[in-house]
């Protein structure tokens, strides 16, 4: 355990200084990019915006049900079962039939192996409950339907805030699931948080549809609102275009009007839809709709057939550049809505940050005075090990580009608890070894040696607490398994190689003297 060889010390020369080096590069400004890497200080250091948003359901529920209305009828018909009266309301579908089909309609859909109504045999219920009163059969969501239809719903926002949020270019966001309905967005330095708001709220729904002649009342129409004025329009319900079929959308300047535009190209079949639609259409109004508002509302003088277009609307750069970003990153399955928010100002994250180090270096002051006292040289040989430690977490945090937390403030603290209680043990033990054995050497290798099952033991068992922490704990939870996780291993580097070292170093040069420690 005393052996160390030349090369093993040029490998721990070399790991120290260079993690070193690394974690001096989050005090230091140097301008080199090996050393472009920071440690991220999360929301309760840095400050910056938390917002849990809800997902509104009920347009998904309804625009399925809708769905599902022409594949039940089509679905019906083969099998020539006539029905009647099929309607949507109160999200649940209705219809009629006649006696002779009521026992038929029965089997179809509540059939284990129904075609139409999917069946789950892990929970024993179908998708769709159907109910019956008098010649009225009514399909609504069933309890375990529902959780799987806002499951998938919850996925797919999910994806789409953190495209909305890459997009933007905040730093280590934490975006995280919350029942099977929420949302959770954590945004640390973010310095516009109005911003993130106006995009999280939308929708972003695109369409494009034809403005109608028709009268009000017509059957397949319905009456718009402009995005930036009163002014109102009568546009078609039957969608040209929608907005899953963009490739991309950026805001360019149009040099012929000196304004802004949001430029967009489409995929094959889209462009094959927009040309085909504006070779028809020449002269009539193209209504660019976006939730629900008119965005623009152009006369079409010609064919379109690249696939390309543009979008204006009296933007500002800011307003075309969001745009061009909710149109890149895709429209949400569903409305969110914004149930909590709160702001942590940069003075209140400085604030914890000074709480933090206040916390540390006082722990870590008690804890070099405590070795000391009890330890003397090898106090100093231990509390050296303990600086280097330290440097060696925060190199490989950096490396990695952690996000430090508050818990993983707490964390770094409760490393060095666990570095002092090893160097403890080993200490302790070589106390009691040197009762029984004269020679110093052979004295400090068997209270290594003895010592090494009990740390290991206690690193490992702390270890596998915080993974668990890691893979079922959220935010600042994993903030702490984290830095606690990668201190354990740097502990036992520091301990074993080397506080060993320089321990190793003196006892061979002090080897005849009596009473060491």
Partial sequence: MLYFSKLRIIFISLISIFLILIALSNILKIDNRFFDKRINLGLD?????????????TPVIDQKLQNLTITIKNFLKEKNIKINNLKLSDQALSFTVENDFKEEITKIFTNEDSQINPYYPRFKSHELDLLEEENTFILRYSKQGLVKLKTSSQDQALEIIRRRIDEIGTNEPNILKRGNDRILVELPGLDDPQRIKSLLGKTANLTFRFISNEKEDSFGVEKLSYENSQDEDLVSKRIILSGDNLLDAQP???????????????????????????????????????????????????????????????????????????????????????????????????????????????????????????????????????????????????????????????????????????????????????????????????????????????????????????????????????????????????????????TVIYVLRNKEKQGLI
């Avoid at 250091?45 to 359901?57: A, F, T």
């Avoid at 002269?283 to 629900?292: P, R």
């Avoid at 600086?387 to 490396?399: E, V």
């Fill in 45 to 57: 250091l840095q400050g910056g915006s938390y917002l849990l948003l809800e997902i509104d359901n």
């Fill in 252 to 502: 360019r300047m149009n040099n012929q009007t000196n304004e802004t535009v949001v430029s967009f190209s489409l995929d094959r079949v889209g462009a094959k839809r927009f040309g085909k639609a504006t070779s028809s259409g020449i002269g009539k109004q193209l209504a660019i709709v976006l939730d629900g508002k008119i965005i623009s509302a152009p006369v079409i003088r010609e064919t379109i057939a690249s696939g390309s277009g543009q979008i204006s609307g009296g933007f500002t750069f800011q307003s075309a550049t969001d745009l061009a970003l909710l149109l890149r990153s895709g429209a949400l399955p569903a409305p969110l809505e914004i149930i909590e928010e709160r702001t942590v100002g940069p003075d209140l994250g400085q604030d914890s940050i000074d709480a933090g180090i206040i916390a540390l270096i006082v722990g870590f002051l008690l804890v070099i005075i405590f070795i000391l006292i009890k330890y003397k040289t090898f106090g100093i040989i231990t509390n050296i090990a303990l600086i280097i430690n330290l440097f060696l977490l925060i190199g490989i945090l950096t490396i990695f580009e952690a996000t430090l937390t508050l818990p993983g403030v707490a964390g770094i603290i409760l490393t060095v608890g666990m570095a002092v209680d090893a160097n403890v043990l080993i200490f302790e033990r070589i106390k009691e070894e040197l009762k029984n054995e004269k020679n110093n050497l052979i004295a400090f290798d068997s209270g290594y040696t003895k010592s090494r099952t009990a740390i290991l033991d206690a690193n490992i068992t702390t270890l596998i607490a915080a993974i668990i922490l890691f893979f079922m704990g959220s935010g600042p939870i994993k903030g702490f398994s984290v830095t606690l996780g990668v201190g354990i291993f740097t502990t036992l580097f520091s301990v074993y190689f080397i506080a060993r070292l320089l």
